[in-house]
């Protein structure tokens, strides 16, 4: 089925892998929609060695995705297809042209040429020298972003030439008809070229009866119609599994939502920036020091949010002070990180591996003083760590027992990140979209972890984390 993949394929996956066989025969694009975790990476690479090895097809081939998920990808080929020649497509410039020069020539392409493992910014910023080859297959990770029909990154990818297409998404694609039309139309433009013909088949208010009827009876039939013709359009191009069908050795996933109390320092804090007296309180305290001027005060929700994960990401600008606080002060002052700190003294000595996810650097930063300052071995990744440095510190923290905590922005640390070595992750502070603390959870929780996971979501009482949390659905779980 896949000669030149070293390993085995699940079943559910080897069904993928047959399902992409059947498109490709078909002369069809499609869309591998597999939960987070399920290998849509493997799947695919396990696909392009059939294409190289049985359908002797050498090339050329793209991927394209976000810059984070790019070493993973070169890894992975290396680990399952290693005949397979692969290319990290970055650099300057220079870099990149020295790759094209050396390692894809434009003429006739043999064996050697590699599968070219590049991001969205390169494409935009090289997509002429690209736009020169004839792709076999461009597959795009995460390709959910490719919803919005009048973005850049879409209207260049439509120059290239490309024989196929292939989308990966984790995320369910949503009942927005014009962005669901977007994806259709990059991947088949000759079967769904209009728009406005796509919408005209879920115009269904012909078919509603009378007018006295329940409106909310009605409005969920039209909504149930839509949702019904929606999987009877996409059945052909889309391929979803999630782990509750197909992965039944995967270890389970807990999910608990732990309350902290405000300390006496939020209280104040809080109450100030209710009062609108914050500012005023600020500039006190930065009298005759200089600091950041108070209109940077003035987003109140972000303050209050900020004030949540610790009030010294309000003060410290302001206080003169070129440290940070010790750990005793940091525990003091804010009641999410009492909680933490509990956490952490309760699971490390037990040899529990930790993901730590927060929205704001500035959190991280404080969270990477406190365990420093209580010599916690850990990492850490955001949008300013290279794609060297990622790599180097998911080795680290996945092979070395003495790195116990692992410390990520939600957004930068959401994809192409592989941690099965932890066994426990704690969202510090939730996303305004829930789906990306779902991609968070799942880089411990997927193929490859062999111990239950369990998931502390840290919030607030009394506080915006708690009707943020309300807002999407967020229960109520244990109180401090």
């Known amino acids: 089925m896949c000669p030149g993949f070293k390993g085995a394929l699940r079943d559910y996956q080897l069904k993928g892998v047959k399902w992409l066989i059947s498109l490709w025969s078909n002369g069809l694009n499609g869309i591998l929609a597999d939960q987070m975790g399920l290998g849509k990476t493997v799947q695919t690479i396990g696909f392009l060695c059939h294409l190289r090895n049985t359908g002797h097809i050498q090339g050329p081939y793209m991927v394209l995705g976000p810059l984070s998920t790019l070493t993973n990808w070169v890894s992975e080929f290396e680990r399952w297809a290693p005949g397979f020649p692969v290319v990290l497509y970055h650099g300057s410039k220079q870099e990149r042209q020295q790759i094209r020069s050396s390692r894809m020539p434009t003429g ?24 020169r080859y004839q792709w076999k297959y461009i597959v795009v990770d995460e390709g959910h972003r490719l919803k919005n029909m009048n973005c850049k990154l879409i209207r260049e990818l439509k120059t290239l030439h490309a024989e196929n297409k292939l989308l990966l998404t984790g995320t369910p694609l949503q009942n927005n008809l014009t962005e669901l039309w977007s994806l259709l139309n990059f991947l088949l433009p000759d079967v769904f070229s209009s728009l406005e013909n796509f919408e005209s088949w879920f115009d269904f208010t012909s078919a509603v009866g009378h007018a006295n009827a329940d409106k909310e009876i009605l409005a969920q039939e039209q909504r149930n119609k839509v949702v019904s013709k929606l999987h009877q ?35 104040e804090l809080n109450q100030q920036l209710l009062d609108k007296t914050l500012n005023e309180e600020m500039n006190k305290m930065s009298r005759g020091r200089g600091g950041p001027s108070v209109a940077s005060l003035n987003n109140v929700l972000m303050q209050m949010r900020k004030n949540c994960n610790h009030p010294d990401l309000i003060t410290g600008p302001f206080d003169g002070s070129v440290f940070f606080p010790s750990p005793e002060e940091m525990v ?15 699971l490390l000595p037990e040899g529990h ?3 730590i996810f ?38 680290r923290f996945n092979e070395d027992p003495d790195c116990k905590v692992f410390l990520l922005s939600t957004r930068a640390g959401g994809l192409g990140i592989n941690l099965t070595a932890a066994d426990t992750c704690i969202i510090y502070d939730s996303d305004w979209n829930p789906h990306q603390d779902l991609q968070a959870m799942d880089r411990c929780h997927r193929i490859g972890q062999q111990k239950p996971v369990l998931v502390m979501r840290l919030a607030t009482a009394h506080s915006v984390e708690g009707k943020m949390l309300r807002r999407w659905g967020g229960g109520c779980g244990c109180a401090r």
Not at 111 to 124: N, R
Not at 236 to 265: C, H, N, Q, W
Not at 360 to 385: A, F, K
Request: glycine share 4%; net charge positive; proline share 3%.
């Open 358 to 395: 927060s929205q704001m650097t500035t959190m991280l930063d404080l969270l990477s003083s406190y365990l420093e300052q209580r010599e916690v071995g850990h990492c850490r990744i955001d949008g300013s760590i290279c794609w060297q440095d990622r790599q180097e510190n998911m080795k």
């Open 332 to 346: 003091r002052d804010c009641g999410k990180m009492a909680l933490l700190d509990r956490l952490l003294t309760r």
């Open 233 to 267: 359009i996409l059945k052909p191009f889309l391929l979803r599994r999630v782990k509750t069908d197909v992965e039944t050795s995967l270890p389970g996933k807990m999910e608990v939502i732990l309350y902290a109390r405000m300390a006496d320092k939020q209280r």
């Open 108 to 131: 006739r392409i043999d064996d050697k040429f590699p599968v070219v493992v590049t991001s969205y910014e390169i494409l935009l910023a090289d997509v002429k020298a690209l736009g």
């Open 353 to 355: 591996k930790v993901l």
